[in-house]
């Protein structure tokens, strides 16, 4: 059974930084392409950052320069490292297993001007 769970939500204030784990089990994680979306209040949900299994990574234009995501292997774990943030990077922010649309549950992420 594939499970996501993603961890390192809080609050923090604008210019901070936080960092967005998420543990995977279930799946064959060195083969897999993971994103981070994030879904803010009365919003679409949108994509923030990719990252293949092998190793290439692609942004959205408002995260770039600002956030990174990178992979561990070894801890199956997929991260968001996001740094200067800002009020409009307030969130819930979601692990995605892009191969079968699987989504985990978010973890909830606000910046505070």
């Known amino acids: 059974q594939v499970k996501l769970e993603e961890s390192g939500g809080g609050l923090v204030q604008a210019g901070g930084s936080l960092r967005l784990a998420c543990t995977t089990s279930?799946?064959?994680?060195?083969?897999?392409?993971l994103d981070w979306y994030r879904q803010a209040p009365g919003k679409q949900r949108e994509l923030v950052a990719s990252i293949t299994r092998s190793f290439s990574t692609t942004y959205a234009d408002f995260v770039k320069g600002r956030f990174t995501i990178s992979r561990d292997n070894d801890k199956k774990t997929v991260y968001l490292q996001m740094n200067n943030l800002e009020p409009e990077d307030t969130a819930v922010y979601y692990c995605h297993l892009s191969a079968v649309d699987y989504w985990g549950k978010g973890t909830l992420v606000t910046v505070a001007s």
């Open positions: 279930g799946l064959f994680f060195a083969l897999a392409g």
